[in-house]
């Protein structure tokens, strides 16, 4: 008898290891993103690995845990952890978005298009920072309303405004996006 639990125990444990795995894998590079352009790229990497110990340290200790939807689940986390440092070294403005974030882009004029969102999402307040980049994440604005603890019409309102102060914020560094485009 004993062996047998000894054995679901490391079953149990097995399956943990394979989760984190997966939404290590899934998550990490969209994570890092969203803090790099949060706090800025040196905390990123810290920042990240917090984030990734808090989910691993959450299921060790709920083996049972399923999250209605596992990105929603780690962006709160994230959130959480970025909001934590945030408290920890208030006073300091959040980072702006450094040259690295240039890197993805490989012709001239993909690095102009860069630079120009990249000076629209600095002149951004952070809440609207957030809401863009969690919406440019992938996260439904439901999801998004519950990692900033809002409603979801507060969500949706929050990023139609966002929006708006995003696309005129990209206008004032001269970008200007078809018609129709600017919804």
Not at 97 to 106: N, Q, R, Y
Not at 149 to 170: E, M, P
Request: hydrophobic fraction near 40%; glycine fraction near 6%; aromatic fraction near 10%.
């Amino acid at each position: 008898k004993k062996v047998g639990d000894v054995a679901h125990i490391k079953g149990k444990v097995m399956e943990v290891m394979d989760l984190f795995e997966s939404l290590y894998e899934e998550h990490m590079k969209n994570v890092y993103a969203y803090f790099s352009i949060c706090v800025g790229k040196q905390e990123a990497e810290d920042l990240t690995q917090q984030t990734f110990m808090n989910i691993y340290n959450y299921l060790s200790r709920n083996k049972f845990f399923i999250a209605e939807s596992w990105k929603a689940w780690v962006f709160t986390i994230a959130s959480n952890v970025k909001n934590d440092y945030l408290r920890k070294h208030a006073g300091t403005k959040t980072a702006e978005l450094d040259e690295g974030f240039l890197d993805e882009a490989s012709d001239d004029e993909g690095k102009l298009l860069s630079l120009a969102v990249r000076n629209a999402l600095n002149a951004l307040p952070d809440a609207d920072k957030e809401i863009i980049l969690l919406k440019y994440m992938g996260i439904s604005s439901d999801e998004a309303a519950n990692i900033a603890g809002i409603t979801s019409s507060a969500a949706r309102s929050r990023l139609s405004a966002a929006k708006k102060r995003f696309l005129f914020a990209l206008k004032e560094e001269g970008l200007y996006l078809p018609e129709g485009k600017n919804e």
